[in-house]
């Protein structure tokens, strides 16, 4: 398996408390990714970096950010957690970007909203 | 815009009979494709992926996928289900600009 931690693995937390998911990797790759995954709607990406203090929006941004400071890792803050944030979260790792380059993906974190 | 469908959301055979989780994309272009894997509470693993390298790609635990560009279906087959394949199944397609867009997912149960 690809040496990715996500962390905590599980939280709870209450509407309006800021939350932050950390993804740690040990392989040295440069492109990160946060995904959501949410029933009938597959993984849908939130946010990803393509290197130290480089990141970009994806498809379900909004209410979202995310910092990466160093290569292994790559933080992503819900400032005021919401209950339609509640979700289980995935991070993804690649080498390269390019449309034939797969993800590796950490065990993820479920995080639920009350 | 490249999207994925997956035709079935559950998909239930029995032990030792073939498995067929079905995939259709669109794309303007032509895609890279993935099929992933994910056992109950945990990541998600790669099993093949298609690059235009060979149509019929064979993948890990037996499963095999063929890209049929004239029908926009990237189907995934295994001869012979196990126990252990008891998972859900993503279809993935890369879009133009390196993202991966995910299909919904399918349920595999394997009856005894």
């Known amino acids: 398996d690809a040496g990715i931690t996500q962390s905590p693995r599980h939280k709870v937390t209450e509407t309006g408390t800021p939350v932050t998911l950390r993804c740690h990797q040990t392989e040295n790759h440069r492109y990160m990714y946060w995904y959501r995954q949410d029933p009938g709607h597959g993984l849908r990406l939130i946010h990803y970096s393509y290197g130290v203090k480089d990141t970009d929006k994806g498809e379900v941004s909004d209410g979202y950010s995310v910092s990466r400071s160093k290569t292994e890792d790559f933080l992503l803050t819900l400032e005021s957690a919401t209950s339609s944030q509640t979700s289980v979260y995935f991070c993804a790792i690649s080498k390269q970007t390019g449309n034939n380059q797969p993800q590796h993906f950490g065990d993820g974190t479920r995080l639920s909203i009350l | 815009a490249q999207s994925v469908t997956q035709l079935d959301s559950h998909v239930s055979v029995s032990e030792g009979t073939p498995v067929l989780l079905r995939c259709n994309y669109s794309?303007?272009?032509?895609?890279?494709l993935f099929w992933y894997v994910q056992h109950p509470n945990k990541g998600l693993q790669l099993l093949l992926k298609y690059t235009s390298a060979a149509t019929l790609v064979k993948g890990i635990n037996g499963f095999e996928a063929e890209f049929k560009k004239s029908e926009t279906s990237f189907h995934l087959t295994k001869p012979s289900a196990h126990m252990s394949d008891a998972a859900e199944y993503f279809c993935?397609?890369?879009?133009?600009?390196?993202?991966?867009?995910w299909g919904a997912g399918t349920k595999l149960i394997i009856k005894p």
């Open positions: 993935v397609v890369s879009d133009s600009n390196y993202q991966l867009i």
């Open positions: 794309s303007s272009y032509s895609p890279s």
